[in-house]
């Protein structure tokens, strides 16, 4: 994949992250399609703002380079089975989300009994997933993007089993204003959850590995402060 090249990029998930996303993606040059559960008109307003594609979700996931999953944790299971039926296994599926039990998603039993976010998303898909853009808030992720070597250029952590797959998604991180860090396999994405000194926070690179190392299994599975 050329760094420097347009991209197809399919956003399923038009909410804070996913509209976000759109709008940077579409703004830096690639050809950004969006699309949510109730359809293409909905996203009418989205796309006239953005200059992304409204499109079904099976469209999103074919024809792209990358496909970007962010929907709230409880609605994966609600993504069509064929989602990625047909689409070829070299296309990168980063997924955005969170686990809230309390506030947004209700008890996910896997996820309460130690698994992984981003394996359960993983597991309900059937396609692998980079763990990617959950950690910083849609503002920051909008406006606080900067030139590569910039002193205290945000950095993001990226965790998955596909060395290929986390290399892309660190080019795109790096396109949009932001250092890529390595964070491992994608059992390591605990590190970059909820309730860890990753989340929600604007770390540069070398803080931000600090903070991963630093991160306790012993945490809590969600969001629960």
Do not use: C
């Amino acid at each position: 994949m050329d760094s420097g090249a347009e991209m197809k990029i399919g956003i399923i998930g038009a909410g804070q992250i996913g509209g976000t996303l759109a709008h940077r993606l579409s703004a830096i040059g690639h050809d950004v399609s969006v699309a949510n559960s109730r359809g293409p008109a909905t996203l009418a307003d989205l796309a006239a703002a953005t200059g992304a594609t409204a499109v079904t979700v099976h469209e999103a996931a074919r024809g792209a380079e990358i496909v970007v999953v962010t929907i709230p944790e409880a609605r994966v299971p609600e993504l069509p089975d064929d989602l990625f039926a047909g689409v070829p296994d070299e296309v990168v599926v980063i997924d955005t989300g969170n686990y809230y039990p309390r506030e947004r998603d209700g008890r996910i039993d896997e996820i309460e009994s130690g698994m992984t976010e981003s394996r359960w998303v993983e597991r309900q898909l059937g396609r692998p997933v980079v763990k990617a853009f959950n950690n910083i808030a849609a503002e920051s992720l909008m406006e606080r993007g900067s030139p590569a070597g910039r002193p205290g250029r945000i950095a993001l952590p990226i965790a998955g089993d596909r060395p290929a797959d986390v290399d892309a998604v660190i080019r795109l991180v790096d396109q949009l204003g932001f250092d890529g860090v390595n964070a491992g396999g994608l059992d390591e994405s605990w590190r970059q959850q909820p309730g860890t000194p990753v989340y929600g926070t604007d770390l540069n690179a070398e803080a931000l590995r600090r903070a991963l190392a630093e991160a306790s299994p012993d945490r809590p599975a969600g969001f629960r402060a």
